[in-house]
């Protein structure tokens, strides 16, 4: 996740191609690595392929055995017995429930397993798939509160928990919940600034969760999570903001310069009166400090009279050290 630049070369997502002209800003144009296979349905198209070739060779072998012969009507008798055999018996995988409808009302809600059914009065409505989902969304060139266009890319993962309700409430549920959301972020985004968005990026994620949540859940669906994979600003915007942040870092440096100033000669000013009416400490730490300036450099230090005062009380026991040094 991260916030990048607008135009820097997205793709559209495995098998949102066609509908991404289409359906424009339902999902966003993103790339989506695929690192593992759904599970597949294989084997119940596998058991209703050879439930309907058993049934049709049992009926051309009990037609041959009545007859001695294979004509058309008996075809047809086996391709009807094949029919009627697929329609009455079901395969639910394990994730799966069937709703089951008699003479157009809701009779039942089967699965997993053998799901059996009566010809013509009753027949499977829809395969809910009750595992958790993960479908990619966002926003287009959505306007935030301080009017800056941007496009973000989410993830919102879902869920079915009522296989009744996602029948009987809603027309297509899964489409409903990819608007729902982009519904929803583009109301986020729309109250919210650019700083307060890349800032608060968790608490928008739980926001849009728990009013995603609120509304989804009558028609039998629950919301997990929403997480915000990516926000793209606008290319002309970048140089604007990385001179507001530029500012903003040097207006810090220097409060913090003029709050260590500050510390610093409340700190002399301490030491100051440490020093006040106490002239032979003071005589130390101007020694002192002449050691320092010339332990590390070698250099020669020439004291004026006055302060060459500082390493002798009596003048004239300076006078004799002077004596000395010209002798």
């Known amino acids: 996740m991260g916030v990048r630049t607008k135009g820097a070369g997205v793709f559209a997502d495995r098998g949102c191609v066609s509908e991404g002209h289409r359906h424009r800003g339902v999902v966003v144009d993103s790339q989506v690595l ?85 010809p013509i009065v009753e027949h499977c409505a829809l395969y809910v798939d009750m595992r958790t989902r993960s479908v990619p969304f966002g926003a287009k060139e959505t306007l935030t509160a301080d009017l800056v266009p941007l496009d973000v890319d989410a993830v919102l993962y879902w869920m079915v928990w009522d296989a009744e309700k996602a029948c009987m409430e809603i027309n297509n549920y899964s489409l409903a919940v990819q608007l729902a959301a982009q519904t929803a972020l583009r109301d986020a985004i729309g109250r919210s600034t650019v700083a307060s968005i890349t800032i608060r990026r968790n608490q928008l994620d739980q926001e849009l969760t728990k009013v995603l949540d609120e509304k989804v859940s009558e028609w039998g669906i629950t919301v997990l999570s929403v997480e915000i994979r990516d926000i793209i600003v606008p290319v002309e915007l970048q140089e604007a903001m990385s001179l507001e942040a530029q500012a903003e ?71 004799d050290m002077v004596k000395v040094i010209e002798g």
């Not at 049934?55 to 072998?61: G, R, T």
């Not at 037609?63 to 009627?84: E, P, R, T």
């Open 34 to 118: 695929e690192t593992d296979r759904t599970a597949s349905r294989a084997g119940a198209l596998i058991f209703s392929t050879v439930l309907f070739v058993a049934l049709f060779a049992a009926v051309q072998w009990l037609w041959w055995a009545v007859a001695s012969s294979f004509d058309l009507a008996g075809i047809a008798g086996g391709l009807v017995v094949g029919w009627l055999g697929v329609c009455s018996i079901h395969v639910a995988q394990q994730w799966e429930r069937i709703v089951v409808l008699r003479l157009g009302r809701l009779n039942r809600i089967s699965g997993p397993g053998l799901v059996f059914t009566w």
């Open 249 to 319: 870092q040097r207006k810090k440096a220097r409060i913090i310069l003029m709050e260590a100033e500050q510390t610093i000669s409340e700190m002399a000013a301490v030491v100051g009166k440490a020093y006040e009416g106490n002239e032979n400490a003071l005589d130390v730490r101007r020694m002192h400090l002449m050691y320092e300036s010339v332990r590390d450099t070698g250099g020669t230090v020439v004291l004026p009279s006055a302060f060459a005062d500082g390493f002798a009380s009596d003048p004239e026991e300076l006078a």
